[in-house]
């Protein structure tokens, strides 16, 4: 299997410290998976550190590598996010938010102090991160009766398949995630039932 069936990612939120000469540096990470989930993390970090003097971030979030973001919060430029999203980047995760918020200590750390205390605290917060391998998954609508809901849960279970939207009435709608490595065999599986539609869901 190659690794492009996979990504990486993380499931829970863990923190770090890190300290340099008086300043505290403390990195969190999150699973995030959208840039909403971002945001309702970063009002979470800043209601419960308001005193710290900068919450830096990055995250980057989808698997087209398009989608990411830096902040240096005031630091100067290039000193905080980057090195922050360095060591996502490190480790090839994805949906992953990681804040670093720092409290002043009264000595300047200089910009390569700064790369480096920021760059220190993500990677020591990744450390005690528990890791996860996720299989690639392509969006499919299922259609079908009512009456073959058993039979479809079973196959959508058996194929490890996850469910992203449902609409169960009479006339069933399903949108379902299936492990890209999966694809043919779920396919086929699907069409043996009698009456099911099977189509790519157009993003």
């Given amino acids: 299997m190659t690794d492009l069936e996979f990504f990486y990612t993380i499931e829970k939120s863990t923190s770090a ?3 340099d000469r008086g300043s505290k540096f403390i990195a969190y990470t999150y699973p995030v ?5 971002f945001k309702k993390c970063m009002e979470a970090i800043k209601k419960e550190h308001p005193k710290a003097t ?8 989808g698997l087209d590598n398009n989608t990411y973001r830096v902040s ?3 630091e100067p430029s290039g000193t905080a996010g980057k090195p922050i999203l360095g060591q996502i980047d490190s480790k090839k995760l994805t949906n992953v938010l990681v804040v ?19 760059k220190s605290a993500a990677a020591l917060a990744l450390q005690v991160t528990p890791i996860v391998q996720k299989p690639i ?13 058993n039979e479809v849960m079973m196959q959508v279970k058996q194929l490890n398949c996850t469910v992203l939207e449902k609409d169960m009435n009479l006339f069933c709608h399903l949108v379902i ?7 043919d065999e779920a396919i086929y599986k699907f069409k ?12």
């Avoid at 670093?100 to 920021?118: C, D, E, W």
């Avoid at 392509?138 to 009456?147: C, G, K, N, P």
């Avoid at 995630?177 to 694809?183: F, L, S, T």
């Fill in 17 to 19: 410290e890190f300290k």
């Fill in 100 to 118: 670093v918020v720092r409290y002043f200590g009264g000595t300047l750390l200089g910009v390569p102090g700064l790369i480096n205390a920021y």
């Fill in 192 to 203: 043996e039932i009698r009456g099911v539609e099977i189509v790519v869901k157009n993003l």
């Fill in 177 to 183: 995630g299936i492990p890209k490595g999966r694809i």
């Fill in 137 to 149: 998954e392509v969006a499919y609508t299922l259609q079908f009766d009512y009456t073959q809901m």
């Fill in 54 to 61: 900068h919450h830096c971030f990055a995250y980057r979030i």
């Fill in 33 to 37: 998976q959208s840039v909403e989930e």
């Fill in 72 to 74: 240096d919060d005031g």
